[in-house]
């Protein structure tokens, strides 16, 4: 996606927020919140800030993710937030065991550092597998300690699935779940999802998959791909209840051994889910 | 005007609780609160209080918080007050617990359940050095695992201090464990028990009372029926009552937090404003070399009634000073139709 591509596209869903402000049709909440990820966001401080000064026209509150090894130095950390102090609320630092043992902590340590003199909320999003521990000398640092900090500790997907199970002991006893969880709702992790080339997905975890696909921004209007996301009963029950439901289908209409084994968290499973729907459409297509 | 708006209702509706940290601001304990005495707000109560709640426009959002003490002592009325939220269309519902209750990992399981089911939406986890002694860390990890399993976030709630890191707490908690958990630390604060157990130099200072809390208030309401406008150290306090709920509604409690003047300052121009007025009232001597935060500088005058009381005199002599002179303007003007 270029910057160009991304103004083009935070200017629209800010125009829309702007003309539904305060309105309960508008699909979104007015403003909406902006969340920006990508290899490094910083990386282009200068397409960066134009992005996030439309936003700020438009009220949005920004949320950046960053790797936080851009920074070299507490100067670099100041002169890099001083910039955008004024249109980010919340900077999500992402990091995991294979970073901190190349790159250290020391990048994460300055960022925090000079964050704490910035009106600017924080988190640490760690990822967490059986290949990648917990980075656990990061609740160690003092800037850690000594003011309010969040760290979200989220779990990798597992890349083969092919030998994994509860039981086959591939993953520690404890990372997968024999079922997902009955009451995990999705409406906290909903959203307007962007891709690189203009689709749109309700959520980062959908992202690929056909059946979450609620349109393109070059050939579909906002209100169009939010009117198919409000009234999709599918969608509206994974909102209320999570995708439990299609867990229960699954098992009336699959022979045990072919459901997936082990889960470790309610979107590994509706992937799993989805994943297999694309096959069987694909096997469906080659046949006719 | 600058509006008064909340975050959240927040329940506090027992004040004992199974533990007695060192550093609970709210002197909790098996028998009560230290500070508050042993109040528990009755449900028809807090059923009432819900339904005002819901029709309350200053309350943004739809969260309510319930927490105590630790009201899960009461476990199955706690359910109730949940159901009760649920009922009224709160989407955003929870709670705060130190896990006592998760003897084993299929109650933590049937318990999670039942929360699930009566509308629970998050819990919030309270674990850190201070807790260590009162609850093992086996009760939150079985929380921990059946939260996960029932697909209900959690967040664990850990207090730092300069002796005391949060790597202690959590290094014997395997990875998978922590796994979809958010850690949510802050610094411990010298409030409540804590100003009594924790010395100022193992306390992290942070930036001083600088700023003011009008976008973190919480509707509150304590265990003996008083409503506040924060949870953070003002409900440890008689004189920032802004009523009571056993003779005032919420309405009218909200409506005091809205026009009285000092509660106004405190809000909106920040509690680091009154320490000149303080000093200016002859009261400096009252006041600590250094505070942590505006909430540790809020308890901190506030409960010393005296202080507060000519805070709350001077404020009001300036409220009646800017009405006697706004009135005067007015009547000097001329009429604009006049020749």
Same mark, same amino acid.
């Given at each position: 996606m270029t910057a160009d591509e991304a103004l083009g596209y935070v200017e629209a869903i800010g125009q829309h927020s702007d003309a539904h402000r305060g309105s309960v049709d508008a699909g979104l909440p007015t403003p909406p919140g902006l969340y920006v990820a990508g290899a490094e966001p910083m990386a282009q401080l200068p397409d960066l800030e134009r992005i996030l000064d439309c936003a700020k026209l438009h009220r949005m509150p920004v949320e950046l993710v960053t790797s936080a090894y851009w920074v070299d130095s507490l100067e670099i950390a100041e002169a890099v937030l001083d910039r955008l102090r004024t249109r980010v609320h919340l900077l999500t630092i992402t990091t995991r065991r294979s970073d901190v043992d190349s790159y250290g902590l020391a990048a994460i340590d300055l960022l925090l550092q000079a964050i704490r003199r910035f009106d600017i909320s924080i988190q640490i999003l760690v990822t967490v597998g059986p290949e990648e521990p917990f980075p656990k000398e990061l609740l160690a640092l003092e800037v850690v300690n000594s003011d309010s900090t969040v760290i979200r500790i989220e779990p990798m997907y597992p890349n083969d699935r092919s030998q994994l199970s509860p039981q086959s002991g591939a993953w520690p006893?404890? %990372? $997968?779940? *024999?079922?997902?969880?009955?009451?995990?709702?999705c409406a906290e992790l909903l959203g307007f999802v962007i891709t690189p080339g203009g689709d749109v997905y309700p959520c980062s975890n959908g992202i690929g998959f056909p059946e979450l696909l609620l349109g393109n921004m070059t050939t579909h209007t906002i209100v169009e791909m939010l009117d198919k996301a409000l009234a999709g009963p599918q969608l509206n029950k994974l909102r209320e209840e999570g995708p439990y439901f299609l867990f229960d289908d699954f098992r009336r209409s699959l022979p045990l051994e072919v459901l997936p084994a082990g889960y470790v968290s309610s979107c590994d499973f509706h992937r799993q889910v989805m994943a297999r729907n694309q096959q069987s459409a694909s096997r469906v297509d080659s046949t006719a | 005007m600058s509006q008064v708006v909340f975050n959240s209702l927040v329940l506090e509706t027992v004040d004992r609780c199974n533990a007695r940290c060192a550093m609970c601001y709210q002197a909790a304990a098996p028998k009560g609160s230290?500070?508050?005495g042993d109040d528990h707000l009755p449900l028809d109560l807090v059923n009432r209080i819900i339904d005002e709640a819901a029709e $309350?426009?200053? $309350?943004?959002?739809d969260r309510v918080h319930i927490s105590g003490g630790e009201s899960f002592l009461f476990f199955d009325e706690t359910v109730q007050i949940f159901k009760r939220a649920k009922a009224r269309h709160f989407g955003n519902i929870g709670g705060t617990t130190n896990a006592f209750w998760a003897l084993s990992d299929a109650i933590a399981d049937r318990r999670c359940e039942e929360l699930a089911q009566a509308g629970v939406t998050y819990l919030e986890v309270s674990i850190d050095h201070w807790h260590k002694p009162y609850v093992t860390a086996d009760r939150v990890r079985c929380l921990l695992r059946a939260m996960r399993r029932t697909g209900l976030p959690v967040t664990l709630r850990t207090l730092s201090s300069r002796s005391h890191h949060i790597d202690d707490v959590l290094?014997? %908690? *395997?990875d998978q464990e922590l796994l979809q958990v958010i850690v949510g630390n802050g610094r411990v604060q010298p409030v409540g028990r804590g100003a009594r157990t924790i010395p100022m130099s193992e306390v992290y200072i942070g930036g001083g009372v600088q700023g003011c809390c009008e976008r973190q208030l919480n509707l509150t309401i304590s265990p003996n029926g008083n409503v506040y406008p924060c949870c953070a150290g003002a409900d440890m306090t008689e004189s920032l009552a802004c009523g009571n709920i056993y003779r005032d509604s919420l309405a009218e409690a909200v409506l005091k937090m809205r026009t009285e003047a000092v509660i106004r300052e405190v809000i909106h121009g920040g509690t680091g404003k009154l320490i000149p007025i303080i000093e200016q009232l002859g009261y400096g001597d009252r006041l600590l070399p250094q505070y942590t935060s505006i909430c540790h500088l809020c308890w901190d005058v506030f409960r010393q009634d005296d202080v507060a009381g000519a805070l709350r005199q001077h404020y009001q002599d300036k409220q009646f000073e800017a009405l006697v002179s706004a009135l005067s303007s007015s009547v000097d003007e001329p009429p604009l139709d006049a020749p």
């Open positions: 006893e404890g %990372f $997968l779940m *024999e079922s997902p969880p009955r009451h995990a709702r | 230290e500070i508050r $309350l426009p200053e $309350l943004m959002g290094e014997d %908690f *395997e």
